[in-house]
């Protein structure tokens, strides 16, 4: 885990509230997993005080090296509004790589991926890095929601790498009309996956959790709590553990990736 002032390599809007941000940090990503996590400071700013937590994207790779990272963004408030405002060449102060990631047993070979909206921020990199471990990246797949179809990030990254990919939206604008787990849950009647990997709104996480349980398909999911510190120390993303009264988890340091045996989602 690395702490440095970094330069924005670019700030990209993608649709109406999503962005895509470089950031130049070349050490300490080499190792970096999917799933993990950064927590950014905007520097010279003390308001808003606190950092905030945002998976990594994508590695940025220059001449077979990591350069930098890439997240993904959607503006809720103080904190990411301000990041939509900076330009290449500012600074922002970069805590990472943070946090656990999806692990994958060799013995999966049918993996579906479930994201909705800016869920699909760290599924990219899942999806690369199944494709560079993985002999055959046909059995892999990907199903994504959002709202409409300005919400649907990232879908020829998921094709260039020869993932396959099915969507859908609530108002049927591209896609399947209706929720990404109907979508999955028909497809999962005729082909059970042996793992599946998601990361979206607690309520499609709650959803996804009980169709693997009642299928009994192993599950892990990447939960975005509420986070101050990022390395264990403010205990404010603590997370009830399923089954044991008074027992918690940290989001940062035990997470954020949990298999859904292990935690009740709350919300
Ligand atoms: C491990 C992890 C990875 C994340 N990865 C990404 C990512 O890749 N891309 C991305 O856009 N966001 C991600 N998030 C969420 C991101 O951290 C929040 O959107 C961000 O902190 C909001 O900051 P803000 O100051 O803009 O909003 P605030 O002003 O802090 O909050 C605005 C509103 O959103 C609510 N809120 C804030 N954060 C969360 C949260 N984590 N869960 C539920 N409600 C929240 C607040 O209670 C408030 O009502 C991640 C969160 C976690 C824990
Ligand atoms: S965010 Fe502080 S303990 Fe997890």
């Not at 060799?106 to 909705?116: F, L, N, P, S």
């Not at 940290?250 to 292990?262: E, K, Q, R, S, Y």
Request: include cysteine; aromatic fraction near 6%; charge should be positive.
């Amino acid at each position: 885990m690395i702490q440095e002032n970094a330069t924005i390599l670019w700030n990209t809007r993608l649709n109406s509230d999503c962005f895509g941000i470089g950031i130049d940090c070349r050490k300490g990503y080499s190792d970096a997993r999917p799933g993990q996590f950064v927590s950014l400071y905007l520097s010279d700013r003390f308001d808003p005080l606190l950092r905030r937590p945002f998976s990594i994207h994508r590695l940025i790779i220059e001449n077979n090296r990591v350069a930098g990272i890439e997240l993904l963004y959607k503006v809720i408030g103080k904190c990411t509004k301000r990041l939509s405002d900076l330009r290449p060449g500012e600074g922002v102060n970069i805590l990472g790589p943070l946090g656990n990631w999806f692990t994958i047993n060799d013995k999966a070979r049918r993996i579906v991926m479930i994201a909705g909206g800016i869920g699909v921020a760290p599924m990219v990199f899942l999806a690369r890095f199944l494709r560079d471990h993985r002999p055959d990246s046909s059995q892999i797949s990907l199903f994504l929601g959002g709202r409409s179809k300005e919400d649907l990030l990232c879908i020829d990254d998921f094709l260039t790498l020869g993932i396959r990919t099915e969507t859908s939206t609530d108002d049927g604008s591209a896609g399947h009309k209706g929720l990404v787990t109907d979508l999955f849950e028909k497809t999962a009647a005729a082909e059970q996956p042996d793992l599946i990997c998601a990361c979206g709104p607690v309520p499609m996480l709650k959803s996804v959790a009980r169709i693997a349980e009642r299928k009994k398909i192993p599950c892990q999911i990447s939960i975005e709590t509420l986070m101050a510190c990022g390395i264990g120390v403010c205990l404010g993303c603590a997370t009830r553990q399923k089954g044991i009264p008074e027992k918690y988890l940290h989001a940062c340091i035990d997470g954020p990736v949990f298999d859904t045996g292990l935690i009740g989602l709350i919300g």
